[in-house]
Every structure is written in structure tokens, then in C-alpha cells.
């Protein structure tokens, strides 16, 4: 059974850090693209961050770029998102999703999602 979870949110004053960890099992970890999303209430999902299988590669939302910074742990099976220089607009949730294409099958797994709230 495919499990991700995400921990480390709370609350942080602007201009603070925090690390998000997803922990993941019942998939090939180290196969699959990682993704961090965040969606506000009423607002659209955003893609944050991404990394490939291997750690090779990472791209960023403009909204973040300088900020975030994804990792990932392929022995531990684990994605990271440093997060800093946060802002009240990144008071949201935010999800892991692991991602792979299989024969031009997507397959795609998320996370429950860990809330953020940027306040003084």
C-alpha cells in the first residue's frame, strides 16, 4: 500500500524557515519524480518545486525561486522542502506527490498534505 507523509508545517513568523519532510513507502521511491504542491482555500494548486528520480535535477515555481530548495533522500525514501523567507502568502497547505511514467501511463500519488501559516 502506497503511503506519503508529510510533516513539518506550523506556524512561522515572516521571514522564518521551516523544512517539510514527505515520507513515502509502497512504491519504487528512487523511479519516481518528486513534486511539492500547495493550494490555498479557493485558490488553484500550485506546483512549488521539483525533483528528479535521482536528484539530478530541480525546478521551481518563479514564486518561490531563491526561497525553497527541494532535496530528496533515495536511501531514506524521503523528500525535503527548505523553505525560507517565508511569506503571509505562503500560508497554505502543502503536498508531496510522487510522479512516474510508465508506457505513457502516468502514475501519480499524494500525500494528505501539511498546513503552513505564515504570521507574525
Known amino acids: 500500500q502506497v503511503h506519503l507523509v508529510e510533516s513539518g508545517g506550523g506556524l512561522v513568523q515572516p521571514g522564518g524557515s521551516l523544512r517539510l519532510s514527505c515520507a513515502t513507502s509502497?512504491?519504487?521511491?528512487?523511479?519516481?519524480?518528486m513534486r511539492w504542491y500547495r493550494q490555498a482555500p479557493g485558490k488553484e494548486r500550485e506546483g512549488v518545486a521539483r525533483?528528479?528520480?535521482?536528484?539530478?535535477?530541480?525546478d521551481y515555481a518563479d514564486s518561490v525561486k531563491g526561497r525553497f530548495t527541494i532535496s530528496r533522500d533515495n536511501a531514506k525514501n524521503t523528500v525535503y522542502l527548505h523553505m525560507s523567507s517565508l511569506k503571509p502568502e505562503g500560508t497554505t497547505v502543502y503536498y508531496c506527490?510522487?510522479?512516474?511514467?510508465?508506457?505513457?501511463?502516468?502514475?501519480?500519488?499524494w500525500g494528505q498534505g501539511t498546513q503552513v501559516t505564515v504570521s507574525s
Open positions: 506527490c510522487a510522479f512516474s511514467l510508465v508506457a505513457d501511463v502516468p502514475y501519480d500519488y
Open positions: 525533483i528528479t528520480s535521482a536528484g539530478v535535477s530541480t
Open positions: 509502497g512504491f519504487t521511491f528512487s523511479s519516481y519524480v
